[in-house]
């Protein structure tokens, strides 16, 4: 029998022993079609899903692979219930298609006339539903395009979305590269998302996700809706483009809350699509501005949940994702698949750190006593303040002064979520701060100076965790967080993964509140970076003095 570092069980957990020399060889495989679910020290869980088994097949991994790798890794056999489970739940993936008739008309198709039967009496699809012209099919209302698609995957059933898309207006877009060249998982993201014509690409941070996005604009010539994260994220995006590509400032536009342009190319943020007035969506109208042939989602995980309702209306116009992770907080993954599209390319981070793409990383969690007057203050403390007090502490501002001094000459970020400890963090440091309050231009002139090394600290709150290019950090601090957001594990995680000049080994600290509700939503984060093949070294505060 096998001594693999594998056990899977029959209700589809699959676990995983860390210590086990094959254990980062098996992890790689099984992430494919498995989601983490809990990454203690020496037995990792993970969870067999139906949205992970279809993502996998989306991308490209039939049944027979997802099963040959719990076997070759599995230290028992498998249980023929899982392996049943794994080949008919991935063989449900495409028995649905819709497709366009000669007509044009939108049609809902199977070879499988069960299956039809079974959906097409589903109350909430049946009224999605207008013609019935043959046996194996039935007429989609026009505009019901995505929001079938959303309800087959929820009753088990996800159709392949084959009903092809409108070019937009032809605008021409070449990319320039002029001493350098796409990375060649950057190239294969782009070749595998051309041909399935919308979808999903999961890259590292740092691991030029905005490239590929330009690349795809190459590829398709046509006019393109950039959405991203904010205003900041937006110019950045416009001067990689102007680098990048044969696009001149004349042919991008911003429009945000400050700017409204509309050009042939505009990068748009997503608060400005959501803003509302008089309770309508008062941009609506850019959604239908020119005849957009890409929109491109910066970070759709972050994806506001109004825009799932406007994106259900453009399933015409090919949609391209860009993500480090398709952990989304809300639970609705089904709707980035149905609506954006499924993953149609991943490519781990460890296996990208070995290329030499993207920096190597080591992670610690600090934990820090709390003296016996704010342990008493956290223990009387209603649910709902525990974690402020927690992750607040003034016991963590000494610990984060030991950590600077522990890396000098290294461009450090200290992140943390509120806003007064940002202040106390920049007066006890002596380092400027960057909030949501920082004007625009201000940040940009502290992020250069950063880029520089003019300034070797900042201190930041959560606007820097989204699509800011600070390639000269090697140390991240995270002070408090989002309670538990792996999505923002993976963010501020990426704000160390591009590579420096000198080729430095990245270092993130996360300092937590012994024993507190800090802790606690410390393990929901750990689980990303465990995922990803990252694992943390735990070091007591007196440890970070002693050093």
Request: glycine fraction near 6%.
């Amino acid at each position: 029998m096998a001594d693999g570092p594998l056990i899977v069980q029959s209700d589809r957990t699959v676990l995983l022993e860390v210590a086990h020399p094959d254990a980062e060889t098996a992890r790689h495989e099984l992430a494919i079609f498995a989601e983490l679910e809990r990454a203690p020290e020496h037995i990792h869980t993970y969870r067999i899903t139906r949205l992970g088994l279809w993502n996998a097949r989306a991308a490209g991994h039939d049944a027979d692979d997802m099963l040959a790798a719990l076997e070759r890794w599995s230290r028992f056999p498998v249980p023929p219930s899982v392996s049943i489970d794994v080949r008919e739940t991935v063989g449900r993936y495409g028995r649905l298609v819709i497709e366009r008739d000669a007509e044009g008309a939108l049609i809902l198709r199977s070879t499988d006339a069960a299956v039809l039967a079974e959906v097409a009496r589903n109350k909430r699809i049946q009224p999605l539903l207008i013609g019935h012209p043959s046996p194996g099919a039935y007429v989609v209302d026009p505009w019901a395009r995505g929001h079938i698609k959303q309800e087959l995957l929820k009753i088990g059933w996800p159709a392949e979305d084959h009903a092809g898309y409108t070019p937009g207006t032809p605008h021409e877009i070449e990319l320039r590269e002029d001493g350098w060249t796409l990375r060649p998982y950057q190239r294969q993201a782009v070749d595998i998302f051309s041909e399935g014509g919308s979808g999903v690409v999961v890259l590292p941070c740092g691991a030029g996700k905005t490239l590929v996005g330009a690349a795809a604009m190459a590829r398709t010539k046509t006019t393109t809706l950039v959405l991203v994260t904010n205003t900041v994220s937006a110019r950045q995006w416009r001067d990689e483009l102007l680098t990048r590509t044969s696009l001149t400032p004349e042919e991008i536009g911003e429009y945000s809350g400050q700017l409204k342009e509309i050009r042939p190319v505009t990068i748009a943020t997503y608060q400005i699509l959501t803003a509302k007035r008089k309770g309508q969506y008062a941009h609506l109208a850019l959604l239908d501005a020119l005849d957009w042939g890409l929109i491109v989602y910066d970070e759709v995980h972050l994806l506001p949940a109004p825009v799932f309702k406007l994106t259900a209306d453009l399933q015409a116009r090919r949609r391209l994702g860009l993500t480090a992770t398709l952990v989304r907080e809300d639970g609705r993954e089904g709707d980035v698949f149905s609506l954006i599209g499924p993953k149609r390319f991943d490519a781990p981070w460890k296996q990208i750190e070995a290329q030499g793409f993207i920096s190597p990383a080591v992670c610690y969690e600090v934990r820090v006593d709390l003296p016996p007057d704010d342990r008493l203050e956290y223990a009387a403390a209603p649910d709902d303040a525990r974690y402020r007090l927690a992750a607040t502490a003034a016991a963590k501002i000494d610990v984060v002064r030991d950590l600077v001094a522990r890396h000098p000459g290294e461009q450090i970020l200290v992140i943390g979520q509120y806003l007064d400890q940002i202040g106390e963090l920049a007066d006890a440091l002596d380092a400027p701060q960057i909030t949501g309050t920082t004007p625009v231009d201000e940040r940009e002139l502290l992020y250069s100076a950063f880029r520089q090394r003019k300034i070797p600290l900042l201190v930041v709150s959560k606007v820097a965790n989204f699509s800011i290019d600070l390639p000269e950090a090697s140390v991240a601090i995270q002070v408090s967080g989002t309670f538990g957001s792996r999505q923002e594990e993976a963010q501020r995680l990426g704000r160390l993964l591009r590579p420096t000049s000198d080729g430095t080994t990245a270092s993130f600290y996360t300092l937590i509140a012994r024993d507190t509700i800090d802790q606690d939503f410390a393990q929901n984060r750990q689980r990303f970076l465990a995922e990803q093949g990252y694992s943390y070294t735990i070091l007591d505060a007196d440890e970070v003095r002693a050093a």
